[in-house]
């Protein structure tokens, strides 16, 4: 299958890149539309597409365009990097798949409480990767399977923690990448999987306590795992 792998930053791609050349083919690179550049592996193609929900659905958008313009589609796209834990469901190294992409803060404060986009009908705020592929690369990564929020702004204290966590009572992770790059993929008609491994917990922010690099370490991992089921036919 084609798999499309999008990223905010240079050090998950890198880590990312680093599970998948397990084979030990170098990886080629590709400038698209807008600056990006697309690392090209035999089992997946890697993009650092930016931080925030527009930048990952701008980046996504544009390989997708350029995929689908040289009638190169890809089968599956995977959003991918670190992000933050709700614990104790998800400690801090560990890895989360989702079972649901939730745009956590889309959407209106009114004197009731916060209200989603889609509640106030101006759209969608979930989007649901597909159950069987997700639950086998949970499985196959011994990760928690479990909702994880996209956030513009990133919990920095307990009481933003809780808000969430009271809303999302399932919710194993937060990232700010997750349903951007799913928005990109339903235009394109195809499945998105999304990846986290847990730098952070999602509370008071403390980068005494964040694991940035034990978590690149869960990444380079996870796709090491993957890098077989991505050879696989679509």
Same mark, same amino acid.
């Given at each position: 299958m084609r798999v499309l792998v999008v990223t905010a930053v240079a050090a998950e791609?890198? $880590?990312?890149?680093?599970?998948? *050349? @397990?084979? @030990?083919?170098?990886?080629?690179?590709?400038?698209?539309?807008?600056?990006?550049?697309?690392? $090209?592996?035999?089992?997946?193609?890697?993009?650092?597409? *930016? =931080? *925030?929900?527009? $930048?990952?659905?701008?980046?996504?958008?544009?390989?997708? $365009?350029v995929a689908s313009a040289s009638a190169a589609s890809y089968d599956l796209v995977v959003s991918t990097g670190i992000g933050g834990g709700f614990q104790p469901l998800a400690p801090l190294g560990s890895l989360v798949v989702a079972d649901a992409i939730v745009a956590a803060d889309l959407g209106a404060e009114t004197p009731g409480g916060f209200l /989603? =986009?889609?509640?106030?009908?101006? *759209?969608?705020? =979930?989007?649901? /990767? /597909?159950?069987g592929p997700a639950t086998r690369i949970a499985h196959l990564l011994d990760a928690v399977h479990a909702p994880v929020l996209? =956030?513009?702004?990133v919990t920095g204290s307990a009481a933003r923690a809780g808000e969430l966590t009271s809303r999302h009572p399932r919710a194993a992770a937060e990232a700010m990448e997750g349903f @951007?790059?799913?928005?990109?993929?339903?235009?394109? &008609?195809?499945?998105v999987i999304e990846i986290r491994a847990i730098s952070n917990a999602v509370g008071?922010?403390?980068?005494? &306590?964040?694991r940035i690099g034990p978590a690149l370490d869960a990444l380079r991992y996870a796709f090491q795992q993957l890098s077989p089921v991505f050879e696989e036919s679509p």
């Open positions: 791609a890198d $880590a990312v890149s680093a599970g998948l *050349g @397990g084979s @030990g083919t170098a990886a080629t690179e590709r400038a698209l539309p807008g600056g990006y550049v697309l690392s $090209a592996r035999p089992t997946a193609d890697v993009l650092a597409a *930016g =931080v *925030g929900p527009a $930048a990952a659905a701008a980046g996504t958008a544009t390989a997708l $365009a /989603p =986009v889609d509640e106030l009908g101006f *759209g969608r705020t =979930v989007h649901l /990767p /597909p159950p996209t =956030v513009s702004t @951007g790059v799913a928005e990109a993929a339903a235009a394109y &008609a195809l499945p008071p922010r403390d980068r005494s &306590a964040w």
